[in-house]
């Protein structure tokens, strides 16, 4: 137990130095946390939940989770029930709003990140098959802490942690709350396909995000330090393999705050098949996917994912870690499941 509390309070304090945003594995699945011009990218209707478990091999699991909603508001301020983003009009007269929120707990509570999002979009139509979006997002956040439950590196006497050696560390304040801001651009192509042809599909999506505009003081260890911005660049495409209802589905995601970078790419092969609605007796899309993906000096993810009638989603993910601390972890990292519900649309503009 001392080991562990010992590998706890290095990872934490190695938290803090690097200043990393919390983040899932499973990053399609968290478009507020990625670029808020991908709010209403998945359809009129979205509601979607979210839970990590991770280093519960090493100490008290670190738990991130989060619940979404999007919706998508016409100009004269009543929801969009059906149309689709993809429309054959020059511009899509309206705006997509979303409402996030995120808690972050690492091993025991000692920190506690809670984040709440209001982002807004609106999609450009260049032609009938590329499109332009826009996007702001502003947050409120609350960090805490408890500092009572702290192990640091110099409460190591050299053979084990003694609680009676007193930390050179302080804290100005144990709980603060914070304003923050940032902003996106994505491209995506769709070809407007319908919906009943499983073999066509061909699709992407290319974005950029700033985070932390507002550039936020610290106030834990390094009091009146500015947060790092943090630089988002994204992507997926989704392509049918030949005539069969196979499709592939890479996409990429990197990220830059300050001295940490993040790399995450990887693929899904994704198998649909038809399936119709007992309420419309329309065609819609069931699919099932699985894939790996790997980030950088860390983890490898491993990724599957379950579509039903294009509107209710189960995804699961679990990360194995190849990182400095396999040895204590034993490889194993945190599990991700996550549950979506989209609205089903005309057409397949959506990022899955």
Same mark, same amino acid.
């Given at each position: 137990?001392?080991?562990?509390? %010992?590998?706890?309070?290095?990872?934490?304090?190695?938290?803090?130095?690097?200043?990393?945003?919390? =983040?899932?594995?499973?990053f399609n699945e968290t478009p507020a946390l990625v670029n808020p011009a991908l709010t209403g990218a998945d359809g009129p209707l979205k509601i979607a939940l979210i839970n990590k478990d991770q280093w519960k091999s090493v100490t008290t699991a670190f738990r991130t989770y989060g619940a979404t909603f999007e919706t998508r508001i016409t100009l004269s301020g009543?929801?969009?029930?059906?149309?689709?983003?993809?429309?054959?009009?020059?511009?899509?007269?309206?705006?997509?709003?979303?409402?996030?929120?995120?808690?972050?707990?690492?091993?025991?509570?000692? +920190?506690?990140?809670? #984040?709440? /999002?209001?982002?807004?979009?609106?999609?450009?139509?260049l032609n #009938?098959? /590329?499109?332009? &979006? $826009? !996007?702001?997002?502003? &947050?409120?956040?609350?960090?805490?802490?408890?500092?009572?439950?702290?192990?640091?590196?110099?409460?190591?006497?050299?053979?084990?942690?003694?609680p009676s050696l007193k930390s050179s560390e302080s804290f100005a304040t144990q709980s603060y709350f914070y304003m923050d801001a940032a902003a996106g651009v994505l491209w995506s192509y769709d070809h407007n396909q319908k919906n009943f042809d499983v073999a066509n599909?061909?699709?992407? =999506?290319?974005?950029?995000? $700033? *985070? =932390? +505009?507002?550039?936020?003081?610290?106030?834990?260890?390094?009091?009146?330090?500015?947060? %790092?911005?943090?630089?988002? $660049?994204h992507g997926d495409l989704?392509?049918?393999?030949?005539?069969?209802?196979?499709?592939?589905a890479p996409s990429f995601l990197l990220q830059f705050q300050g001295p940490s970078t993040e790399?995450?790419? !990887?693929?899904?092969?994704?198998h649909s098949f038809k399936g119709n609605s007992k309420y419309t007796g329309k065609n819609r899309r069931n699919s099932f996917g699985y894939g790996l993906f790997y980030r950088n000096k860390d983890a490898v993810v491993v990724s599957a994912v379950v579509e039903l009638a294009e509107q209710y989603t189960v995804v699961f993910g679990y990360d194995v870690n190849i990182s400095g601390l396999r040895s204590a972890s034993s490889y194993r990292g945190g599990f991700e499941v996550? +549950?979506? *519900?989209?609205?089903?649309?005309?057409?397949l503009y959506q990022k899955k």
């Open positions: 137990m001392r080991k562990r509390n %010992y590998i706890f309070g290095f990872v934490f304090a190695a938290t803090f130095v690097s200043a990393q945003d919390l =983040h899932f594995s499973q009543k929801a969009d029930k059906g149309r689709s983003t993809v429309s054959k009009q020059k511009v899509f007269n309206g705006i997509n709003a979303g409402l996030s929120f995120f808690s972050d707990k690492t091993g025991d509570g000692a +920190l506690t990140t809670n #984040k709440i /999002n209001l982002s807004i979009s609106t999609f450009l139509a #009938k098959n /590329n499109f332009i &979006s $826009v !996007g702001i997002q502003n &947050s409120y956040i609350q960090r805490k802490v408890n500092a009572g439950n702290f192990i640091f590196p110099d409460q190591y006497n050299g053979s084990i942690y003694d599909q061909f699709r992407s =999506h290319i974005g950029f995000s $700033v *985070y =932390h +505009l507002t550039k936020a003081k610290d106030q834990f260890l390094f009091p009146g330090a500015d947060s %790092y911005l943090r630089y988002v $660049v989704v392509k049918s393999l030949g005539k069969s209802n196979l499709a592939i790399i995450l790419i !990887g693929t899904l092969l994704k996550g +549950l979506k *519900y989209t609205r089903a649309k005309p057409t």
